[in-house]
């Protein structure tokens, strides 16, 4: 089960640079007509089409590859500094140095609060420590911030599961499912979820 909340940051960690390339080269619905819009207004519209995109997508590889553009988008805090210190937390975690890590996110949910993507890194941080507790308030804060947040969602399903909560476990998975169809993971646990208490219920 921890493979399914560290889905979505060892993803964005393996995202190629060419690939961020060219999703910046990449035509942003409306912009051309909207030339007054701000960055940020142009990367929520980017994200909206991201998102249907993703809805939509039948084929588990295309809707793979939309889900790393979306990871891209999130990764985007506005702030070098602060995408500097994401870089650095995420080495660290790589490198299973948890407390160094935990020093740096601790950063950048304090200078950036609005950016759901230190919420959501440092959740999956507190649930690699085994400190469900911490990374439960994290999830909630990220899915405040970013409703849609796919890994958050997954995150948030891994550990009620962990926990004992089936039920809420598979209506988590459920959520993760109406934004992410195609998420073969969840569509795994989800299944194996309601097998186990259909046949609790019999």
């Given at each position: ?51 249907a995109s993703l809805k ?147």
């Amino acid at each position: 089960m921890r493979s399914v909340f560290a889905f979505s940051v060892v993803t964005s960690m393996a995202i190629s640079p060419a690939l961020a390339f060219a999703e910046d080269q990449a035509p942003i619905g409306q912009q051309a007509a909207l030339p007054d819009m701000t960055q940020a207004q142009k990367r929520a519209l980017r994200l909206d089409e991201l998102f249907a995109s993703l809805k939509r997508e039948s084929n588990e590889v295309k809707a793979a590859r939309i889900a790393s553009l979306i990871q891209i988008q999130w990764q985007n805090s506005g702030s070098a500094t602060v995408d500097l210190m994401m870089g650095w937390a995420a080495k660290a975690m790589e490198d299973k140095k948890y407390s160094v890590a935990l020093d740096f996110l601790d950063q950048v949910v304090t200078m950036k609060p609005d950016f759901a993507e230190g919420w959501n890194r440092r959740a999956t941080l507190h649930f690699l420590m085994n400190d469900y507790g911490r990374s439960m308030a994290d999830i909630q804060k990220t899915l405040a911030l970013e409703p849609r947040h796919f890994g958050a969602m997954a995150g948030m399903a891994a550990i009620l599961k962990d926990t004992g909560r089936k039920e809420a476990a598979l209506q988590a998975f459920e959520r993760v499912l109406t934004v992410y169809p195609m998420m073969r993971e969840a569509q795994k646990q989800a299944g194996e979820l309601a097998d186990e208490l259909t046949g609790q219920r019999t």
